[in-house]
T-cell receptor, first 115, second 115 residues
Framework: DVKVTQSSRYLVKRTGEKVFLECVQD?????MFWYRQDPGLGLRLIYFSYDVKMKEKGDIPEGYSVSREKKERFSLILESASTNQTSMYLCASSFGGEQGARGYTFGSGTRLTVV | AQTVTQSQPEMSVQEAETVTLSCTYD???????LFWYKQPPSRQMILVIR??????QNATENRFSVNFQKAAKSFSLKISDSQLGDAAMYFC????????????FGTGTRLKVLA
């Protein structure tokens, strides 16, 4: 069964901590994405990557960075966590090129609380 | 700018009845893809149905069907014979075929199914 795995389901961190959210996919997808989901705002794109070591900013990249050293792994980094980063974080992946229109495969999400 | 609007934050339906969720979008493109995703309480987003804009025929997947009105830029989801397991957040999404990897999501509609 193909899947996208997010390392933590729930996470509680303190303000100012450096936080790592990990995402691994086993589908050999070229594209990987990090979204943030907040009530009433839907899904907002933080960063995406279309190849190893390649990344592009999404709509709300401030306060975040990413790393993609291997094709299957895409990490989201909160350099100095703040309370306004308390949210649900969703990782997704897709094929590249025209196959990218077949749809995303999502992970189960990480609910991050910053206190 | 391309946008996706879901004007119904919440809807309810009786078990075995039919419900329609609305989605409108704004684009100047002629070719694109539209999607409906389901996010149950377990959180993992699942692709429900996909529509290619150049196809006139409305997509159907078992009890799920769409009413795609290209001129009106409308893409509604009809769920027939609603079941308790249909209770979830439903997100409408849009993607152009090329030039960008990302999908644009609406803010979601929470569907409650009443026994």
């Amino acid at each position: 069964d193909v899947k996208v795995t997010q390392s933590s389901r729930y996470l509680v961190k303190r303000t100012g901590e450096k936080v790592f959210l990990e995402c691994v996919q086993d589908m050999d997808h070229e594209n990987m994405f990090w979204y943030r989901q907040d009530p009433g705002l839907g899904l907002r794109l933080i960063y995406f990557s279309y190849d190893v070591k390649m990344k592009e900013k999404g709509d709300i990249p401030e306060g975040y960075s990413v790393s993609r050293e291997k094709k299957e792994r895409f990490s989201l980094i909160l350099e100095s966590a703040s309370t306004n980063q308390t949210s649900m974080y969703l990782c997704a992946s897709s094929f590249g090129g025209e196959q990218g229109a077949r749809g995303y495969t999502f992970g189960s999400g990480t609910r991050l609380t910053v206190v | 700018a391309q946008t996706v609007t879901q004007s119904q934050p919440e809807m309810s339906v009786q078990e075995a009845e039919t419900v329609t969720l609305s989605c409108t979008y704004d684009t100047s493109e002629s070719d694109y893809y539209l999607f409906w995703y389901k996010q149950p309480p377990s959180r993992q987003m699942i692709l429900v149905i996909r529509q290619e804009a150049y196809k006139q025929q409305n997509a159907t997947e078992n009890r799920f069907s769409v009413n795609f009105q290209k001129a009106a830029k409308s893409f509604s989801l009809k769920i027939s014979d609603s079941q308790l397991g249909d209770a979830a957040m439903y997100f409408c999404a849009y993607k152009v075929p090329s030039g960008t990897y990302k999908y644009i999501f609406g803010t979601g509609t929470r569907l409650k199914v009443l026994a």
